[in-house]
C-alpha cells in the first residue's frame, strides 16, 4: 500500500469530480502487464491527472523539478515517489526511471518537455526511446484530445519564471491508447543519436494519430447525443 500515492490520487479524483464531466478510454486493452514506459502528448495540465485511474499499477511521472518547489504539492510529489527532471540533468532523472523499470515499476514521460497547447506536438526529447532500448521494457503511446472550449488558460509567475498552463474545466476528455511498442532485442545495440531519433519521431507520429483520433471520436459522442 502507497500511502502518499493515494493520497495524491484522492486529491486529483477530486479535481476530476468537480471540472471534468466524463473521461472516455479506447485501448485500454493495449496495455501489457508489468513495467512499462508511458508515452503521451502534454496539451494541457491536466492531462496525467487521469493516467493514475486507468493504469492499475503505480505510475511515476518525470515532472520538472519546479514543481516540487511548489508548496505542499511538491512535498506530496516527492513523498508519493515522483522523479524531478532539473534543468540540465535530465540523465540523472533518467537514470532514476531506469532503476523504477527495471524493478518493475511503470514510468509515464511527456517527451515534449513542455506544454503543447492546441498547437501541432512538439519535437520530442529521445529520453523514452533510451529507456526503452536499455531496460527492454515496451513504450505505450497514449493520445489525449480535450476540446478548446473546456480550457482555461492561467498565467502565473513561479521562482522569477512566467508561466502558463491550460487547465481542463468541464467537457469531456477522450484517451486513446495504442499498441505497445516492442522494441527488437538486436535494436538494444543501437544507441546512437541517430537511431534514438528515428524511434522517437516514429513514436510521436503515433501519438498524434492516437490524439486524431481522440477528436474525431469526440465528434462522434457528440453528434450521438445532438440526435
Not at 503511446?141 to 512566467?162: A, C, H, K, L, W
Not at 524511434?199 to 481522440?214: F, N, Y
Amino acid at each position: 500500500m502507497d500511502v502518499w500515492y493515494d493520497v495524491a490520487k484522492t486529491m486529483i479524483r477530486t479535481y476530476i469530480a468537480f471540472f471534468m464531466d466524463a473521461i472516455h478510454v479506447y485501448g485500454k486493452e493495449n496495455l501489457p502487464p508489468g513495467p512499462k514506459i508511458i508515452v503521451a502528448n502534454h496539451p494541457h495540465v491536466t492531462d496525467g491527472f487521469i493516467l493514475p485511474f486507468i493504469i492499475p499499477e503505480k505510475i511515476h511521472f518525470l515532472i520538472q523539478e519546479e514543481v516540487f518547489r511548489v508548496p505542499f504539492i511538491g512535498r506530496l510529489l516527492a513523498l508519493a515517489d515522483q522523479i524531478p527532471v532539473a534543468f540540465g540533468k535530465g540523465k540523472e532523472a533518467l537514470e532514476t526511471a531506469r532503476r523504477k523499470l527495471i524493478s518493475g515499476h511503470v514510468v509515464a514521460i511527456f517527451p515534449e518537455g513542455r506544454l503543447s497547447g492546441a498547437k501541432e506536438i512538439r519535437r520530442a526529447g529521445t529520453g523514452a526511446a533510451l529507456l526503452a532500448l536499455e531496460t527492454g521494457v515496451p513504450l505505450v503511446p497514449v493520445g489525449f484530445y480535450v476540446p478548446q472550449e473546456f480550457v482555461r488558460t492561467f498565467r502565473s509567475r513561479i521562482f522569477n519564471r512566467d508561466s502558463v498552463g491550460g487547465w481542463q474545466w468541464g467537457g469531456q476528455c477522450i484517451v486513446r491508447i495504442g499498441e505497445p511498442w516492442q522494441l527488437a532485442i538486436s535494436a538494444r545495440t543501437e544507441r546512437g543519436y541517430r537511431y534514438l531519433r528515428e524511434v522517437t519521431d516514429r513514436c510521436m507520429v503515433s501519438i498524434q494519430e492516437l490524439a486524431q483520433q481522440a477528436a474525431a471520436s469526440f465528434h462522434q459522442i457528440s453528434s450521438r447525443v445532438q440526435k
